[in-house]
Every structure is written in structure tokens, then in C-alpha cells.
């Protein structure tokens, strides 16, 4: 038996993006560890990740392309060979592109993460058609606009340093469930003294191992936010010297903080007076003894109406008290902006000939079913998706699963397993998971460049992500050298070799070890130099203004809840929201039995009080519903659930599900302040109980 070790990395949306160790014996992956060397993974893994075999080798992968034989969203198909598939994809293209080529849309997200197989080879097939663009906003653009409006750009608190914070305000994430290299720092620098304090409007396992969990209501984040600066400003807490040298606009800021008491804090977040007080005097008084304070804010935060301005509020904070003077100090949101990729050679947008109208990917329900105008352009007339599982993931999920029944929408997916949305598609074709294809990657929680070496031989007949989209370009007539590229071309210009943070990056080398950390300084905003317009933390931004917005930290209430809209919340209310369930990620995993048999069945987390309302005790199936549509799950009656808020710990695959439905058939397409992001956690409901 030949046995060998090969260097990987996670492929998943998560930012801990993990440097694996795939152990092959005789061309079968046996086992995937972490890297014992990497800083960050430390040779720990998720339960998720270190079950990953599991998953490349599941009963249920894609192995050969598909053909429908049945009717949309039965899921029958039949077994065609990869010319047959080929063939009638670009029968079916050619036609559209030459007529109308923006009735073609991608639809993709971060089922991969990785640079080559996500938006490389797929963009320049697409661009090269003039397809629609796809606004890829679903996940973290409300909170990344409104972090780039202050801070200026995806940089903030290397995640190595943590562990030396003395304060940590964990705001709006579960990092047990989501971030667990973060929460093995945050465990350390607890052990050495550190306070830890979740601000999260559910008990979350990371709640409960907090020193300190406030539960405010959902979607008034800036609110909270804006009582801090209040209390900061009105008992001088503040780093005056930080203030004048490195921000802008502190005295218009003053005077907008000035409005939010803390007693009208309070009240618009559901929280206590002495909660709000206590804590700006506590993360005030701490930065003002010198002693190093962290923030560490999730996407949970941005996924209501003013999800932008929640992110960019909590962005303010560390300028005021002068956090960033410390390296384990300032905030973290996502590291992703510190890495000079080389989107525009990877993705040749030098391609189009035109720029294409946008769709976002958010609002796919409606786009689907919208008919051809001047406004809209044409008809959506065929999707490929890949990389991403729309029908379970995309909101207001009864439109999402109409626009794809459209007998006349050709839909082609690029899969692993046969998915909500495969179920819906003419064609499918079989992708390589992360243990069979070349990648290289960047991280949103860290800063090392990645690599990814294929360990083992693709599956049947399954090809990479890339592969695929040379072929149906050769299959199209398109005879560009860029569609020659290999893989390992393409990982060589992923980078920026020459920009000083690559450190002379090379692909062999990176390749050979794995990872390598980018030459960023250990407190990276320590005597200001942030990436805005003025080079300082912007208080006051005039490229808001610009925008239409307002240039201050503001509190933009949610789109539903009993404040902003009185006659909805009479129907329906309870608040929900529906955060990642620990032993899935987003829809990943699902399927994998051991993990589902691990998280249980679908289920409906409620206060006591609010289900003894209703009449329900735990245990007994519920049926949760709004205007939108309705699912079934099963009831646990907790108080890690506030009163008037209801938690639905997602996301599973509809088919398995209790009732074919999952959370989204009750989430809005509304989109946030800025950004243009989904709102998943802006959302009212009511709960009632229904027969076994």
C-alpha cells in the first residue's frame, strides 16, 4: 500500500478557510486532518470538514451527466454521456446568445470559495457571451458596503491576535457554529482574563459561554451601536488624540449621538438602561486604561433592512476609544480585502463587448417570473447554476421554485448531489468536490494565500468547475487562448506576485507548503492609514452622501416589526430569523447522514411564553407562516429564544425536510439599506400548532 500526504485547503464559506492534510492510500482519500503547522487551523477541524470523505465518497454523488426525463422538480433523469450533454447545452445557447444574450444568467455563489473554481473559467464563458451579470449580494455586501464607507475597505484585526484582547464583543455571530479557529482565541484569551460579551438576540452555544449575553431585539444593532457613542462621548471615554489625527467628522458625529440615550436605546433595542451603560463604560474604560479591546461582528448583523449602517455604526466604535493602537484591539468583520488577487486577468471582463444589465441573485424569484420590458430587458430564458443551491437557499422560496418550474427556462446545474434546485434542472452535470481539482484561495477570517492540490482522481465521470466551462466554450465556437488556460495557469496569476502584501507569491512554492501569510502589520490601522477617500475613519462620509445616504451613523429600523409596521405585526407577531445550524454550512452537508442524524430534524426554537400563547408545548409540530408561504417543524420550547422571537437554525434541503419546505418560504426579497443584500433576519411571523 502506497501511502501520501497532500496539502489542501477548505473550500467552504467559512472564514476559518482551513489548510488540510488528505491522507490517500492507493489513490483513495482514508482521511482529512488540519494542519498542525498552519497558525490558524492549528490541525483542528469541524466536525463538517473532518468528515469530508463522508461526503466525497457518499452513495448519492453525481457520477455522469443527467438528462430530465420527468417533470420539473420530480427529480427523474436519465444518464446521457458528456458529448450528449454538450450538445444540447450549446443547441440550446447558441440561439439565445445570437438573439439575446442577457437572457442568459449565471447563478453562483461560494459553494466553493476557491479563486479557480468559482468565478474564473465560468466568468470568461459568460463574458464572452454577453450574458447577464449576477450581483452576488446574498451573503455579506450590506455589511461590506457599509464597513468600506468607514473603515474603507475588508481589512480589520488579524485574526492570530485575539487571543492577547482583553475585552472581546462577539456581535451578531455564533463562532462555535461558524468561526471556530476565532473561538479557540477568544477561549484562550478568556483563560488569561479576557471578558467575553455576545450581543446577539438568541442564545447561541457561543452566548452561553460568554461571561455576558445581551439580547437585543432583531435588526436595531445600530441603534445600540449609536446609545455606545452616546455614553462614550457624554463620560469622555474617548481617545481624543486618535479622534483629531486619524478620523473625520467626530463633531457632526457628536451631535447624532447626542439623540440616542440610553434610555431611548433601551427602549428601541428591548434591552435595559444599565446594559447599554455598562457596556460603554466597560469598553470605553478599558481602551482608556490602555488595555487592548476587539470587536469581532458577523453577517448575522447585516441581514435586516439597515443591515449596512448596523455594520458600519459598530465600525465607528473602535476609532472613538483608539482600539486600532493595539494589534489585538479595532474589529473584525472580514479579512478578504487584504489579498491582492487578480480578479480582472482571472475573469477577463475585457471580454464584453457591452456591459450587461445586472440581476441579483436576491431577487432570482422575481426576475425569474419577470416578463421582457424596456425596463427589465429580456426574459430570463435559461440559468446555469453552479456553485450554489438556489431553491433552498434564495429567499421568498415559493417564487424561487415557480421561476424554476417555467417549462420554457432551460436550466443546466454543475453539481455533486442532487440537490433542491438539480431536481428542477434539464441537464446536470457531475462537478468534482475539493479533494479532486487544483484551487487556490483567500480568506475572509485570515490572511493567508491558500493552495489546493487534487488528491485523488475525479469520481466517474465528474469534472471540475473549470473543465466544464472550457468544454461548452469549445462547444460554443469560442477559440480565445484564455480558454486554453489549465488550472495551474490560472492559480499563477491569482495573485499579485508584485504587490508588497504577496511577498513575490509563486504558485510552485505555495503549491509545495500550502499556505503562506500576506506582509500585512500587525495592527494595521495603528497611526490611521485606512483605505478611504481622506485616508482616516470616516465618521462623517461624503461618499455616503453622494450615494443618496445618510453620511452619519444612523438607525435604520427593519422593514418588519411591531415599531415600523404596527397593522403586520398584528398578524404576525413573532420576529424570526434562521442562523446556520451547527452541523450544516448554509446547504452543505445536508444530505451527509451522519451530520443530519447529528442535528436532528428541522425545528422551531420559541420562548416558553410565547408558546403556552399559542398553545403549543415542546414537542408538538408547528406550522410557522406569513403572507409569504409556510413550513412545518417541530417545536422547542427554550428561553434561548427572547420573548417575541422565534429561531429556525437553517438551512436544510427541502426534500428533507418535514414538510418539502425549509425557513425561506417565509423570508422577504426586500433588500437592505445598502449593499442590495438580502434580508433573511427581517422577518415576522406567527407559530401555530398543527397535527402530527
Known sequence: MTTTYVRAACPLDCPDTCALLVTVEDGVATAVKGDPDHPTTAGVLCTKVSRYTERTYHEDRLLHPLRRVGKKGEGKFERISWDQALDIIAARLKPIAERAPEAILPYSYCGTMGLIQGESMSSRFFNKIGASLLDRTICAMAGATGYRYTIGGSVGTDMEQFQ???????????????????????????????????????????????????????????????????????????????????????????????????????????ITVDEVVDLARLYGGMAKAGEPVAIRTNYGVQRVRGGGMAVRNIACLPALVGAWRHAAGGVQLSSSGSFPTNKPKLQRTDLLKKIPRTINMTTIGDDLLRPASAAFGPAVEAVIVYNSNPLAVAPDSDKVMRGFLREDLFTVVLEQ?????????????????????????????????????????????????????????????????????????????????????????????????GWQKLNMPAAPFAQGGFPTPSGKCEFYSAQMEKDGLDPLPAYVPPYESAASNPALAARYPLAMISPPARNFLNSTFVNVKSLRSAEGEPHLDMHPDDGAARGIAHGDMVRIFNDRGSFVCKARLTDKARAGLVVGLSVWWKKLATDGKNANEVTSQQLTDMGRAPTFYDTLVQVERVSA
Open 164 to 270: 492577547n484582547s482583553k475585552l472581546l464583543i462577539i456581535w451578531g455571530g455564533n463562532p462555535i457554529a461558524s468561526n471556530l479557529h476565532f473561538w479557540t482565541r477568544a477561549q484562550e484569551a478568556k483563560r488569561h482574563g479576557a471578558k467575553l460579551i455576545a450581543i446577539d438576540p438568541y442564545r447561541s452555544l457561543t452566548a452561553e459561554k460568554c461571561h455576558q449575553h445581551i439580547a437585543l431585539l432583531p435588526g436595531t444593532d445600530a441603534a445600540l451601536a449609536l446609545g455606545l457613542m452616546h455614553v462614550l462621548i457624554r463620560e469622555d471615554l474617548l481617545d481624543h488624540d486618535y479622534i483629531a489625527q486619524y478620523t473625520l467628522g467626530f463633531e457632526q458625529l457628536k451631535q447624532r449621538a447626542a439623540e440616542w440615550t440610553p434610555e431611548r436605546t433601551a427602549q428601541t433595542c428591548g
Open 417 to 513: 448531489f442532487q440537490t433542491d434546485t438539480a431536481d428542477y434542472a434539464d441537464i446536470v452535470l457531475p462537478a468534482t468536490t475539493q479533494l479532486e481539482h487544483i484551487d487556490a484561495h483567500t480568506s475572509y477570517g485570515h490572511l493567508y494565500m491558500m493552495a489546493n492540490n487534487a488528491a485523488i482522481a475525479p469520481m466517474g465521470e465528474a469534472k471540475p468547475n473549470t473543465e466544464i466551462f472550457r468544454l461548452l466554450a469549445a462547444r460554443m465556437g469560442f477559440d480565445d487562448d484564455c480558454f486554453k488556460d489549465s488550472d495551474d495557469q490560472l492559480a499563477a496569476i491569482a495573485f499579485n506576485a508584485q504587490d508588497a502584501r504577496a511577498l513575490g507569491f509563486d504558485w510552485d512554492a505555495l503549491k509545495q507548503k
